[in-house]
């Protein structure tokens, strides 16, 4: 099994550009999350999803959109770059929650974004 | 909101004990986690504990949860070089989302 895979692993843009990220995982997991790490405020998380054809809002989830497709894949979209959106993106999944108890998220090995 | 709370930074010595904290909001909160994030990776769960019990122990880690105050602890035994990283903190109740810490970054110094 590969996991989750991200692609690409590094990206830069010029303010006002648009790219998608894509995530992908092969544990046929229902839930999968995008989040974005900066330094010293942890994960936050932007979109997630609770299975193929869902999307919903996470805590910052402005000049992000998303798509779920296919089960095994989870799209992160910027319309229109800003310098703000620098950051390390992150995917993850899990499976449904109550299977088994401790669930773990599952994640990916980060895309690192710069917006000029 | 949830919120999770860790300090930022912890130095220790190769083969001193490390302990990492961190304080909740939620008291429903059903699992809590501990993941590590080694440099340019992505992270890992190292351990999780469910909210009715007091301590986990699992080789060189040691988990101890207090429930009352919402304080969670990882402890590592042995902190060898290869543990620095970034310790994260993060909760759960049977939701769709998990709450993380800001992390905690573990210095091993030789």
Known sequence: NAGVTQ????????????????????????????????????????HYSVGEGTTAKGEVPDGYNVSRLKKQNFLLGLESAAPSQTSVYFCASTSRFGAGGGDEQFFGPGTRLTVL | GEDVEQSLFLSVREGDSSVINCTYTDSSSTYLYWYKQEPGAGLQLLTYIFSNMDMKQDQR??????????????????????????YFCAENNYGQNFVFGPGTRLSVLP
């Open chain 1, 7 to 46: 692609t690409p692993k590094f990206r830069v843009l010029k303010t006002g550009q648009s790219m998608t990220l894509l995530c992908a995982q092969d544990m046929n997991h229902e839930y999968m999350y995008w989040y974005r790490q900066d330094p010293g405020m942890g994960l936050r998380l932007i």
């Open chain 2, 61 to 86: 880690l040691t988990v101890l949860l207090n429930k009352k105050d919402k304080h969670l602890s990882l402890r590592i035994a042995d902190t060898q070089t290869g543990d620095s990283a970034i």
